[in-house]
């Protein structure tokens, strides 16, 4: 099993980015995947989750209304469309198997059982 993180990079204030999340070794369809970031000195957190049909997806309320998370499983991806990025989004961003096809509690970490090595997003200018 493999998630492979990318897409990040250094963008301006107000700026956009889209991280993607390529998967191998298990079939995809089948699990949630939730987004993860880490900041400097802060602790990890969620930021959002899609359930394995794509049909419920959560967002953390610092990203509500900028990110939209997404998934094709035929390609076996999961996207992370971040919009009008502030300066406090600035982590090391994760994607995450989730245990099971959905999970209502996304936002703790022991409901996934596979980590990607995450993207580094910074927002500066």
């Known amino acids: 099993v493999q998630l492979q993180a990318f897409g990040g990079g250094l963008v301006q204030p107000g700026g956009s980015l889209r991280l993607s999340c390529a998967a191998s070794?298990?079939?995809?369809?089948?699990?949630?995947i939730g987004w993860f970031r880490q900041a400097p000195g802060k602790e990890r957190e969620g930021v959002s989750y899609?359930?394995?049909?794509?049909?419920?997806?959560y967002y953390a309320d610092s990203v509500k209304g900028r990110f939209t998370i997404s998934r094709d499983n035929a390609k076996k991806m999961v996207y992370l469309q971040m919009n009008s990025l502030k300066p406090e989004d600035t982590a090391v961003y994760y994607c995450?198997?989730?245990?099971?096809?959905?999970?209502?509690?996304?936002?703790?970490?022991?409901?996934?059982?596979?980590w990607g090595q995450g993207t580094l997003v910074t927002v500066s200018s």
């Open positions: 995450a198997k989730d245990r099971r096809a959905y999970s209502s509690g996304w936002t703790v970490a022991l409901q996934y059982d596979y």
């Open positions: 070794g298990f079939t995809l369809d089948y699990y949630g």
């Open positions: 899609i359930s394995s049909s794509g049909s419920t997806t």
